[in-house]
């Protein structure tokens, strides 16, 4: 099993995009506004709207949430506010990143591309550039299936990236109207061996609500997957787990079953629970419970 830890993004971090940052006009302290106008804040990289009619002279959006709802990141942002859900939309989107320390990871979620290009350069030298293909193959068994079913893409995409420290990171997400929920870059660390004990639990947050006359009507909202992984480890490399565990208790990683997202045992969430196991003197047990995030 295996673990990256997301490196915040700055506008540091994030050097360049060909995603503009307009969605709405920028807030300005000398305008009035009114019920339910947007702004956006490219300070903060967020959008909010008008809870009622405000006056010129106010504060800035963040700091006034009586007038102001954050209504969530701008489509540049997007793909790095956590909110797997709320998908970033463009043509051949690009984004450029410095990142401040190792990475040999990029992971995207909720994707709805053609393909995605990863190129890295370190002082005009070419470290990596290479393009995959979102397409799906592994409900296909035989040529009349190859030649009949509808084309399948993922959605959930883990690419290794060949990086030196100074590196910067090129990644496009292709095709026309490409979607993209999270792009996380980090670095891979080993927390042990998953075995087939582990399990996946889907939580779908859709209702059924009946309207005035009694008729239902699904409400189709989104939905999550929660893990239990199932995990084998030497005991004597449980000090590691539980510093690295703790060390990234309240911030989104990515958990992958294997290092190549095998059997589609891949999450962005945190950890809720923790168990060891120590009842084995040569190997250990334990389930970590990995709750999604949307």
Known sequence: MFR?????????????????????????GASDYALGDRVIRTQTHRIYEALG???????????????????????????????IADQAVGDDMEWVLDPPSFVDRVLFFNAECESVTVFVENGGTTLQNETFLMTDNAAVSTFFEWIT?????????????????????????????AKVGQILFGRLEDLGIAIFDTSVTQRDFSTIEPNIFGVRRIVKRASTFDFNFHVRIQPERAPFLFKRIYEGR?????????????????????????????????????VIKIDGLI
Not at 264 to 274: A, Q, W
Request: proline share 8%; no cysteine.
């Open 250 to 286: 309240g911030e989104p990683s990515a958990f992958l079953g294997a290092s190549n997202a095998k059997y589609g045992t891949i999450v962005l969430g945190l950890v809720s629970k923790f168990d060891l196991d120590y009842s084995d003197p040569s190997l250990s047990n334990y």
């Open 53 to 83: 009619a405000i006056t010129s002279g106010g504060s800035n959006p963040e700091d006034d949430p009586l007038n102001w709802l954050d209504v969530g990141a701008t489509n540049r942002w997007k793909p790095f506010d956590y909110s």
């Open 149 to 177: 079913t509808p084309p399948e893409f993922l959605n959930t995409l883990a690419v290794p990236i060949l990086f030196s420290n100074g590196a910067e990171i090129t990644v496009t997400v292709n095709g026309t109207d």
């Open 4 to 28: 990256v830890r997301a490196i915040p993004l700055t506008d540091t971090v994030l050097s360049s995009s060909s995603v503009p940052e307009n969605d709405f006009a920028a807030f300005s």
